[in-house]
Each structure stands twice: as C-alpha cells, then as structure tokens.
C-alpha cells in the first residue's frame, strides 16, 4: 500500500509489548497506520517540507518540524519547553498565556526511568506512559507530583547534580536486558536525596512500570542513523522499534527528527512480501 503524507511521530500504543502506528498528514486529512515488526516499510522523500503547526511550505525546518516563524512565536517553541525551569510565566513574559494554562500550570510528574541508564524527567500528570514510551524506558516510576511545571522542572534540575537527565540514544537502542538494580531502590534512594523543600510532594507509592518494546528475537541492531535528506528510499523490513526510533537492517531512522517532511511510504505486512522497492 502507497501513502503520501507529511511525516509526524510515531504513536505508540501501550501494551505487552507497546505497538506502534505510523502518521502521516495530507490534504485528504490524517493518517494513522498500525505497523509491526516483520512488515516492509520503505519511504521516499519528496523533497517538500511543511509546518506541523501551520502547514506552511518551506525550504527549512526547525525543532521536530516547526517553521522559523513558528518557532519564534509560538509557546510550545520556547526554549522553557526543554528547559522548564526557565519558565518566565511569572514574569509576564509568556508567549501564550492560554496555553501555559492547559500545558504548564496543571499537575506534573517528576520520575526516575531506566532509558540508557537511570535519569531523572518530568512530565504532565496523565501523560507518563506516552512520554516514557516516547522516550524508549524500559522501566519508570513517578516518584513526586507537584503543582506545575516550573516546580518540576526546578526538582529536576535539583536532582540532576547526581543522576542524568538526557537519554543517550545509542545506549537505549542497543540495551535489551533492563536496569541493572531495582528502579524501585534507586527511586528510593533519590527520594532520601532531595532538599527538605521539595519533600512535601513525595509520592508515598511508587511504583515501577515495566515496558517492552517490539524486536525480532536475535536482530543485531546497526546503529547507523537514517536520513531522509535525498530522494533515495529509506527503511526496508522493520526489526525492532523503540522510542521514536524504526530499526532495519542498515540503521536506525528517528522518526520525529524528520517531522513535516512529505514522504511517500511503502508499507506491506509481514504476511506479503518482505522486500519492497528497496532498489
């Protein structure tokens, strides 16, 4: 089956193991595709590249698929998204005050998760699961709720002096066997760590989730990174996926990375024929 559509993150879907579906934006509307290991999937490129806010054309794009002006203007665009205890809402300063309520000033997590190792993260309360899946943790627990983001992320920052915050991509796509301890010790031991300040919003239950991504048994993954810079198809049949990551035989394609660019993707289960238009 042939699809043409402007590229947008995987959706992956919680479960024992997590599926996965690929989505695609077009004029006839949105797209959502279930893909599994064993099904071919090739893409190739257009060249054309839109917005994934305003759809507008361009030659360029900035941040997972924004266009400059987008990324100048928009709230979701700000540089206190990747660094929330920077947020300036207090100030007065915020790009979208509407926005900051629905995002920023609701409840938020702060978790331990083992991803390429243990690190530390924040997210919305509600949105745990997605953002661990997101992310390519093999196991994660919340392990304090507070009051909005920039307090997460102030606690993030707090436990950051001693545990990472960043997920080493080489090192979650190769990893396979878990964490090396229980999470559940390394969340208590943080828990014990933390500033008296940050004690009254300790989760008293915490609890690990485990998850468990889809990989062909045995598959010696290539981390060699896929790009989607020339008209010459990518991709083949799919062996494993994790994260926002599709893994083939010759490499691995990130594919938020190449957010808001048109592809036309080539999909067969794995019941069909297993090598299509990779010539």
Not at 179 to 200: H, T
Request: aromatic fraction near 8%.
């Amino acid at each position: 089956m042939l699809w043409t559509g402007d590229l947008r993150e995987l959706e992956p879907n919680f479960g024992v193991p997590i599926s996965y579906r690929l989505r695609l934006a077009s004029g006839d509307g949105p797209r959502s595709i279930p893909i599994a290991v064993g099904d071919t999937l090739v893409f190739r490129p257009t060249g054309a590249l839109r917005c994934v806010a305003c759809g507008r054309s361009v030659k360029k794009l900035y941040q997972n698929g924004y266009c400059f002006p987008c990324v100048q203007t928009l709230a979701e665009c700000d540089l206190c998204i990747v660094k929330p205890h920077q947020c300036h809402f207090h100030l007065g300063t915020c790009r979208d005050e509407a926005f900051a309520a629905e995002h920023c000033m609701v409840p938020h997590y702060v978790y331990i998760a083992w991803s390429s190792g243990f690190k530390v993260g924040i997210t919305r309360k509600g949105r745990q699961l997605k953002r661990w899946m997101d992310q390519g943790a093999m196991e994660a627990a919340v392990i304090a709720e507070v009051p909005d983001r920039k307090t997460a992320g102030d606690l993030e920052v707090h436990i950051a002096q001693w545990m990472a915050d960043k997920t080493h991509w080489r090192k979650m796509l190769a990893d396979e066997a878990g964490p090396d301890r229980p999470l559940i010790e390394v969340a208590r031991e943080v828990q014990a760590s933390v500033a008296e300040i940050y004690r009254p919003y300790l989760v008293a239950d915490v609890r690990p989730e485990r998850l468990a991504y889809p990989r062909e048994p045995g598959f010696n993954i290539t981390l060699t990174t896929l790009a989607l810079t020339s008209d010459e198809p990518v991709g083949g049949v799919i062996r494993g996926m994790k994260g926002q990551y599709l893994l083939f035989d010759d490499g691995v394609l990130n594919v938020k990375r190449w957010a808001g660019h048109e592809v036309v993707a080539e999909h067969r289960g794995a019941s069909c024929s297993t090598e299509v238009g990779a010539n």
